[in-house]
């Protein structure tokens, strides 16, 4: 599965943006699909995650608790990161990716088969 991430993009602080990941090349209903970010100098950090059962169970890292939502479109194969209350520390490279392992880890970036190439989100004023 080939994936696309799009969306990013400069933000004030306390701003939004929602970002895009489409999948092409097989449905996405059989994976689980993840969001990572990466900041300059830092390693790839989980975001949020959402489940491939049909009822949508979603993860957060506790810094999106509350600010940031996951959710998908499955007849469009596309994936969502909706992101509220942006803050400067936000600021990184996203990404998309999708797995197949038990949702037990989905945190961790190392399960992840493919990965989308990444979107910008700069939050700064």
């Known amino acids: 599965v080939q994936l696309q991430a799009f969306g990013g993009g400069l933000v004030q602080p306390g701003g939004s943006l929602r970002l895009s990941c489409a999948a092409s090349g097989r449905t996405f209903i059989n994976f689980h699909m993840g969001w990572f970010r990466q900041a300059p100098g830092k390693e790839r950090e989980f975001v949020a995650a959402?489940?491939?059962?049909?009822?949508?169970?979603?993860r957060y890292a506790d810094f999106a608790k509350g600010r940031f939502t996951i959710s998908k479109d499955n007849a469009k194969n596309t994936v969502y990161l909706q992101m509220n209350s942006l803050k400067p520390e936000d600021t990184a490279v996203y990404y998309c990716?999708?797995?197949?392992?038990?949702?037990?880890?989905?945190?961790?970036?190392?399960?992840?088969?493919?990965w989308g190439q990444g979107t910008e989100v700069t939050v700064s004023s």
């Open positions: 959402i489940n491939r059962n049909g009822v949508g169970t979603t």
């Open positions: 990716a999708v797995t197949t392992i038990l949702w037990t880890y989905v945190e961790d970036p190392s399960r992840y088969s493919n």
